[in-house]
């Protein structure tokens, strides 16, 4: 059984930053299309960053220059790094893993702003920005 475990959400400062991980297990680590998602208080999901089996990225437009995603296969573990943190950047943060049925890991890069081509789901870590 898939499961992904995320961690280090918190509250901070506006231009302050944090480091979330999202620990992956039940799957074939290496070959998988992986990425982070958030959703705020009575909006959307949106999505923030994927990263592919062959480690190319894709960001949304919003975070683009301050947040990094990476991978430590070894480890089994998705990383995002948030830098210059805004109030706005507030949410839950999910990690998200594999694709669903009628996509393909070929695309991962594509599928940033796709919550629908995302298979399995963590429970969420909440990011808190103040101003």
């Known amino acids: 059984q898939v499961q992904l475990v995320e961690s280090g959400g918190g509250s901070v400062q506006s231009g302050g930053s ?3 991980s999202c620990a992956a ?3 074939t680590y290496s070959t998988y299309c992986m990425a982070w998602f958030r959703q705020a ?3 959307e999901r949106e999505g923030v960053a994927v990263i ?6 894709s960001y949304a437009e919003s975070v683009k220059g301050r947040f990094t995603i990476s991978q430590d296969r070894a480890k089994r573990t998705l990383y995002l790094q948030l830098n210059i943190l805004k ?3 507030t949410a839950m943060y999910y990690c998200a893993a594999g694709v669903a049925d009628g996509y393909s890991h070929l695309y991962c890069a594509s599928y940033v702003e796709s919550a629908a081509a995302f298979r399995y789901w963590g429970q969420g870590t909440q990011v808190t920005v103040s101003s």
């Open 41 to 43: 208080p009575g909006k």
């Open 18 to 20: 944090l480091r979330l």
């Open 25 to 27: 297990s039940g799957y």
């Open 52 to 57: 592919g089996s062959n480690s190319r990225t």
């Open 87 to 89: 109030p706005e950047d």
